[in-house]
């Protein structure tokens, strides 16, 4: 065989096992179990590069720490066990075509903060390959997850559930979930209430407003009207407080907070 048709086969071979090459080789549970044991570490930034570049798009390095480090204020991941479901190949996702997607069942174990107990929780994972590597692929924004981590962190807080009642503390979270997420109605009538607790009325006032606007159903106005009657009764305007806490309870019929507050100052009325 002459030097020059050698060659020409080797050229050959090479282009066929490189078209024959789909991408990684390990055994794509791995970057899901590395992911999950770097959760358990606290590296949120390797955590966070594992992720597609897809997800990296939409969501920053920094919003991805948020998230991880407020969702450990009331909850530990102890550990996860990670089972390949199937495997298919040029499927699309978002929009975006990957040469393999690997479905994965996960099975996480928790720790509630708020309760004191051990939990489970499943999810189905996708893992991709980019290039000659598994990446996670993740849908959707986090910054709304991380607002309403936010806000239940600031309820814990409000309510004394895990955390010391700290009116002050509850505030600044609730702050703090409405620089993500600013037209949330239901986390601006709370704000609102932790305000009337502190005695900071004229904030309380201007909250309930706000969330007045932006709530989005009658269950949501509802509490809106009781929060601005528990305002109004604060200050005095029992009149207003009375017909707030009317206008609550023919929202919702089922509130039963509006329906005692009625009561109470029906009574008080007379």
């Given at each position: 065989?002459?030097?020059?048709?050698?060659?020409?086969?080797?050229?050959?071979?090479a282009?066929?096992l490189?078209?024959?090459?789909?991408?990684?080789?390990?055994?794509?549970?791995?970057?899901?179990?590395?992911?999950?044991?770097?959760?358990?570490?606290?590296?949120?930034?390797?955590?966070?590069?594992?992720?597609?570049?897809?997800?990296?798009?939409?969501?920053?390095?920094?919003?991805?720490?948020?998230?991880?480090n407020?969702?450990?204020?009331?909850?530990?991941?102890?550990?996860?066990?990670?089972?390949?479901?199937?495997?298919?190949?040029?499927?699309?996702?978002?929009?975006?075509k990957y040469?393999?997607?690997?479905?994965?069942?996960?099975?996480e174990?928790?720790?509630d903060?708020?309760?004191?107990?051990?939990?489970?929780?499943?999810?189905?994972?996708?893992?991709?390959?980019?290039?000659?590597?598994?990446?996670?692929h993740?849908?959707?924004?986090?910054?709304?997850?991380?607002?309403?981590?936010?806000?239940?962190?600031?309820?814990?807080?409000?309510?004394?559930?895990?955390?010391?009642?700290?009116?002050?503390?509850?505030?600044?979270?609730y702050?703090?979930?409405?620089?993500?997420?600013?037209?949330?109605?239901?986390?601006?009538?709370?704000?609102?209430?932790?305000?009337?607790?502190?005695?900071?009325?004229?904030?309380?006032?201007?909250?309930?407003?706000?969330?007045?606007?932006?709530?989005?159903?009658?269950?949501?106005?509802?509490?809106?009207?009781?929060?601005?009657?528990?305002?109004?009764e604060?200050?005095?305007?029992?009149?207003?407080?009375?017909?707030?806490?009317?206008?609550?309870?023919?929202?919702?019929?089922?509130?039963?907070?509006?329906?005692?507050?009625l009561?109470?100052?029906?009574?008080?009325?007379?």
């Open positions: 065989m002459g030097i020059k048709k050698f060659f020409g086969l080797w050229l050959t071979m282009l066929l490189s078209a024959c090459n789909t991408g990684p080789k390990d055994d794509p549970s791995n970057v899901l179990s590395a992911y999950y044991q770097s959760v358990i570490d606290g590296d949120f930034i390797k955590a966070y590069n594992m992720h597609t570049e897809a997800y990296k798009q939409r969501n920053s390095q920094e919003d991805f720490s948020a998230y991880m407020t969702l450990r204020e009331f909850t530990t991941l102890s550990g996860s066990k990670v089972e390949k479901i199937k495997e298919e190949k040029n499927r699309e996702v978002e929009g975006k040469r393999r997607v690997v479905e994965l069942s996960v099975v174990q928790i720790k903060l708020v309760s004191n107990k051990e939990t489970t929780s499943n999810y189905i994972r996708l893992v991709v390959s980019e290039g000659d590597q598994w990446m996670l993740r849908d959707g924004d986090i910054k709304q997850s991380v607002a309403e981590n936010l806000a239940f962190i600031g309820s814990m807080y409000m309510f004394g559930e895990g955390k010391e009642v700290n009116v002050n503390e509850a505030i600044k979270y702050k703090k979930s409405l620089e993500y997420v600013p037209n949330d109605g239901k986390v601006q009538n709370v704000l609102a209430s932790a305000y009337l607790g502190a005695k900071r009325m004229k904030e309380a006032a201007e909250t309930a407003q706000a969330a007045l606007v932006n709530a989005k159903d009658n269950l949501s106005l509802s509490e809106v009207h009781n929060v601005l009657g528990l305002i109004a604060e200050g005095g305007n029992f009149n207003d407080a009375k017909m707030e806490f009317e206008k609550a309870v023919e929202l919702n019929p089922d509130n039963e907070y509006a329906k005692t507050n009561a109470r100052i029906s009574k008080n009325d007379k």
